[in-house]
């Protein structure tokens, strides 16, 4: 959105109430004007609400409505003149209302007080930042969908230490980052819902002695319903902090998934071939291919932890109710939330174009120690038990030279029979590994299905939050009665 920001002065003295020789210290509009598309929707639905009610006339619902539609019109289009001195977006809409509309325009403010105002635009830039932010990561869990299916049953070594463990497939290992951002989806949703109640009617902390009904807002702007206790509502700020938790936690999630992609695109392991989807080049060595979108990946995350910790250390020992320090709140949560964004979009691009070498794939699993577990369990199912079976395959294997093959096995422990040689094959030991969850390519068949299940309730959950954040379109642009 374009905006011009005036400084000091403008059409018509500031309000007293933002007058202050620390005008510019108490200034908030370079960052809270992001939220003017919401300040306007609160406002309109509190004027037909106080029209509802019978504070206004209708004709003077109607006509603070157009008229905070027509502001948001020039807000949209990049004419709306903002002025600093008038401290924050609130003020500044309410002073061009009244500058369009006369005395008309000075009584929005009815009822309302910028605390529970601020708190309202807050939940209402939330609920759309979140769908936003699931939106992307569904689109990330797509390409991790599609990756997994077009390798379900190639078989790579899994890690633990990241050291060789035992073979899994390619599809398996993928799916392991899609169920993380399921529960990414799904912790959002919860978010979603716990701040999906509005705010607005608690004005300053104690209410109104107006009769305004706090459910009529809170229905026409689609939360579930208003607040329980005024000042619980004007100094809470929970939602930011639990979305904030969210999205740290799925930088996190980003993040390891990025390391995997620097590690797979590294000249030692080269499991993916070099592509320029990955990043950029050097500026001094040209044969350089940089995985910088996964090594950016990486690094966000601690940005994003840094604006959790710097929300929760604003809101630690706040006494109730609303205090300026809550001013400070809103920073973090704009820039994780742009962060996530911008890291979600280009995974998403580098994921998509992401080549495996199969066969590299298949070699490294095909180290035959990565079978040794597969050995002892051969052990266990003719009887010896698991403790000794580990003893005896691990003595086996402290001769490094020890070539591991049917012959060798036999001669060290007569326990093995013929029938060791079909062990060592890393094939038949993923067939092997069917159970429920399982890398097996028939298990990870199994868990696709159940991926795409998963995609679809993240659809419906997606399609429910965009019915609430309709609603703010609708009074936005709809003719008002
Ligand atoms: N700029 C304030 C904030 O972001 C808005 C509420 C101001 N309230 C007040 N009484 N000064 O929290």
Redesign the pocket.
Known sequence: MAVTVESKGGAGPAPSYVTTPAWRFLL?LPV?RRLARHDVAGSIAHVQMLGDVGILTREEAGALARGLQRIYRDIETGSFRWREDLE?V?TNIEARLTEDLGPLGAKVHTAR???DQ?ALDERLYLREAVAGVQQEILRLQLALLDLAEAHAAAPMPGYTHLQRAQPVTLGHHLLAHFWRLSRDHRRLSDAFDRANVSPLGAG?LAGSTLPIDPAITARALGFAGPFENSIDAVSDRDYFAEVLFDLALLAVHLSSLGEEVVLWASQEIAFVRPAAALGSGSSLMPQKRNPDVAELARGKAGRVIGDLVSLLATLKSLPLA?N?D??E??APVFDAVEQVLGTLDALTSTVSALEFDEARLEAAASDPRILAADLAEYLVSRGVPFREAHETVGRFLADPDATMDANALRNFDPRFGEDVAAILDVKASLARRGTHGGPSPQAVKAQIARAHDVVGLERYSLSKHAESVELVDRLLKEEAP
């Open positions: 908030s809270d924050d609130h007080s910028r605390n601020i300053a609303y300026r809550l001013q709140d809103k």
